[in-house]
């Protein structure tokens, strides 16, 4: 396979077709963080609610974006899916298998099959190894290739699909650019043969140009493998170029879900309008001749929500309720949820 194309492909057919069939089911998620005192006793004195009860699914194929604006708890979400993370409750099924159930034993085969490409491709590489031991490394530890010859002519073989030379082999992290080196986190992802990637912010920390091209790349590998991402971002441009659907967060709550053209074309929570609002406009001349909304306040603390519909504070179409009653995440059309008692 050639190196994709530096531009981005603007045509939503391309994202392809996927099954109906679940893949990942999270129940009511929760990730608490205890926020403590003292030196030598510690003790409890408040809890960040990074997390706070969302539920979402994600299909075979599919690619879910999962946006929302710094400490949001996107990052968190993923690392509770695979298990990095200690969730507080709720229930995230793998092919029907509850993960927050089982034991470390237990959880080798599913991390052969749900891998991650970290923000930083940097320092999520071991720059005392080169880089094709980074890639064997992985399938030596689970036994997946024993053979240390068919290692290398592996390691060779996910290179070239990343676009890579394969004399990159030998070099280490240093010695190649961001994007080859978030090229390389793909490809040890890859050595697992998974069915599920996680994508932390796996562009946010390119140049656009390099964006696009490893943003081509994911999407080639998704059709040739049969993949599933779950892309988490705060770039939205990126996620309507890539994902099947969108899912909102704000201060660790979900705030609306649809498929990518809808949510897009049609938003209807007040954070969402605003965040697709700030999105900026290529054309110079329209970007400086429309009129920017700017959202009122500030974010609130993760250790003390706001009551009621927790963007409420925030909100200009918020009445009396919304502080009151907290909003249930419901589906107001086919496919479409949001979280909005003024929806």
Request: net charge negative.
């Amino acid at each position: 396979m050639t190196a994709p194309d530096s531009a981005p492909r603007d045509d939503a057919q391309f994202r392809g077709q996927h099954s109906e069939e679940i893949l990942v089911d999270v129940k009511d998620l929760k990730m608490f963080f205890p926020v403590t005192e003292g030196v030598f006793i510690h003790t409890e004195v408040a809890t960040v609610k990074a997390v706070n009860g969302i539920s979402f699914q994600i299909k075979k194929g599919e690619t879910l974006g999962l946006v929302g604006e710094s400490g949001c708890g996107k990052t968190t979400t993923g690392r509770c899916i695979l298990q990095l993370e200690q969730s507080t409750d709720g229930e995230i099924l793998y092919e029907g298998t509850d993960l927050t159930k089982l034991d470390s034993k237990a959880l080798i085969e599913y991390r052969q099959k749900i891998q991650i490409i970290f923000q930083d491709p940097f320092s999520s590489l071991n720059p005392r190894m080169t880089i094709g031991e980074i890639i064997a490394e992985p399938m030596k530890v689970h036994g997946i290739i024993p053979d240390a010859t068919a290692r290398r002519t592996r390691v060779l073989e996910l290179l070239t699909k990343c676009g890579l030379k394969t004399n990159f082999a030998e070099r280490y992290p240093h010695e190649m650019s961001g994007g080859q080196r978030q090229r390389v986190g793909i490809a040890r992802a890859l050595a697992m043969d998974p069915e599920f990637i996680i994508c932390d912010e796996a562009v946010s920390a390119l140049d656009v140009s390099i964006q696009a091209q490893v943003i081509n790349l994911l999407e080639d590998l998704r059709e040739e493998f049969g993949l599933t991402y779950l892309f988490i971002s705060h770039d939205l441009s990126v996620v309507r170029h890539i994902c099947h659907r969108v899912a909102v967060m704000y201060l660790g709550n979900m705030v609306e879900l649809a498929s990518c053209d809808e949510l897009y074309d049609n938003p209807l929570h007040p954070y969402t309008q605003a965040l697709l609002e700030a999105v900026p406009i290529p054309d110079p001349d329209l970007e400086n001749d429309r009129a920017h909304k700017i959202v009122k306040g500030e974010i609130p603390s993760p250790m003390n929500p706001p009551s009621g519909c927790v963007f409420h504070p925030r909100c200009e179409k918020a009445v009396a309720r919304c502080s009151q009653n907290a909003p249930e995440f419901r589906e107001v059309k086919p496919g479409h949820w949001v979280a909005c008692t003024e929806v």
